[in-house]
Each structure stands twice: as C-alpha cells, then as structure tokens.
C-alpha cells in the first residue's frame, strides 16, 4: 500500500534560515508527487508538483523541492523563509490515479 | 471564480445524531474527493467520484457513512449515527481530470468542516 512519511512534525526557524522539509514514500511504480501548504484559517493550496522531467521543481513563494528516485524522496526546501511562511506542510503522492494519499504533516513556525 | 464551497464551517452534534455536509465543487471539475483529517493528521480520503460514480470508497465506513452526488455536481456526506471518534475536519476537493491524464491533476480544496461530537 502507498504511504508518505514526513519525519519532522514541528519545526521552528528565524527568518531568514534555510529550510529542508523531509518527505519519503514508499510505492513501488511511478508516482506523481505534490506539496501542500496550510496557512492558519486557510485552505489546502498547492504548493508544488512533481510529474516527471527535471527532477527539481520550483513553486510558488520561492519553495522549490527535489525528487531523488533512488531514495524514494521529495524534499521541500527554501533557501530564506519569512515569517509569513509560517504554516502546516503536507507531502502527498498519487501513483498515476487521482487518489492522493497525505504524509502527517509538518507544522512551521517562524519567528521575527 | 468561487473555490470549493463547503458548508457549515463549523457543526456541533450529540454523540447518535445524525449530521451532513455539503460541497459545491469548482464549475467543471469532474472529479470530486471527500477526506477526513484528524488533528495532527494529514487528510485521509473517504470516498471519491469521477462525475456520479463513486469510483473510490474503500475507506469509507459504510456502517454510518454515505455519500452522493446527485447530477455530478454537488454532493453530501452525512454521518447516522455519529461517534466521539468522528469529531475531524471533513475536507472536499475538486480536480478536472481528463481520461488518461495518470494522476497528472491538481485538486483543489475547500475551507472544510469541523465536527465535534459531544
């Protein structure tokens, strides 16, 4: 069965820290990978996706993450957060059908 | 244009009462999702429909879960009875998905709504 793992459930930065944000799945064929991002009181909004081609990916807000197939990986990083990245992160992935399945999330902090 | 619409925002039920909830998908998506999150928990689907189908409903507890989507548009989720354990943040997306696109979409997510039972 597919699965998402995101190892880091809380993370805290200061503005201007780099971020790396761990996603792994486990499927055994191709996989359509996805970042998800939860502002406080939003909605779900996609943040990036990854269908094939360049294995690195750039989205919205300066978030860019890189797919490495050997390691079943897809982290999501930033090279300077801001405060208003504060937020809950989701990894998901869909092997070639519409159903999407989620990591636990990761909650952001980011302090002034 | 209007995003996925879900309504109530919030509901408060007695454990054993019913309860449902209503999505208005983006115009023209055909495909139309129901998940479950639980806190500190990323969304776990329930069901999902390719216009009126129901092509995906294996996690959803069909002992008091039921769901439709009448026309292919709108749809509901109701809960009879529900359960302390149901007390989540039932989400509905959306995606236009086109016949052979492999899983190539991106779904779109309302507000959702969040149930405590007491």
């Known amino acids: 069965a597919q699965s998402v793992s995101q190892h880091n459930h809380h993370v805290i930065l200061s503005e201007a820290a780099s971020l790396e944000l761990g996603c792994n799945y486990s499927?055994?064929?191709?996989?359509?990978l996805f970042w998800y991002v939860q502002y406080p009181g939003q909605h779900l909004q996609l943040l990036l996706k990854?269908?094939?081609?360049?294995?690195l990916v750039k989205g919205i807000k300066g978030f860019e993450a890189e797919f490495i197939k050997s390691k079943f990986s897809f982290n999501l990083r930033k090279p300077s957060v801001q405060w208003s990245d504060t937020a809950e992160y989701f990894c998901?992935?869909?092997?070639?059908?519409?159903?999407?399945?989620f990591g636990t999330g990761t909650r952001l902090q980011v302090f002034p | 244009e209007a995003g996925v619409v879900q309504s109530p925002r919030y509901k408060i039920i007695e454990k054993k009462q019913p309860v449902a909830f209503w999505c208005n998908p983006i115009s023209g998506h055909n495909t139309l999702y129901w998940y479950r999150q639980n806190l500190g928990q990323g969304p776990e689907l329930l069901i999902r429909?390719?216009?009126?189908?129901?092509?995906?409903d294996s996690q959803l507890p069909k002992d008091r879960f039921s769901a439709e989507r009448l026309k292919g548009v709108d749809s509901t989720l109701k809960i009879q009875p529900a359960e302390l354990g149901d007390s989540a943040v039932y989400l509905c997306?959306?995606?236009?998905?086109?016949?052979?696109?492999?899983?190539?979409?991106?779904?779109?997510f309302g507000q959702g709504t969040r149930l405590t039972v007491v």
């Open positions: 997306a959306s995606s236009y998905s086109i016949p052979g696109s492999r899983g190539r979409t991106e779904a779109f």
């Open positions: 499927y055994g064929g191709t996989v359509n």
């Open positions: 429909y390719e216009n009126e189908e129901a092509v995906d």
């Open positions: 998901a992935v869909n092997g070639r059908t519409d159903k999407l399945i």
């Open positions: 990854y269908f094939s081609g360049d294995p």
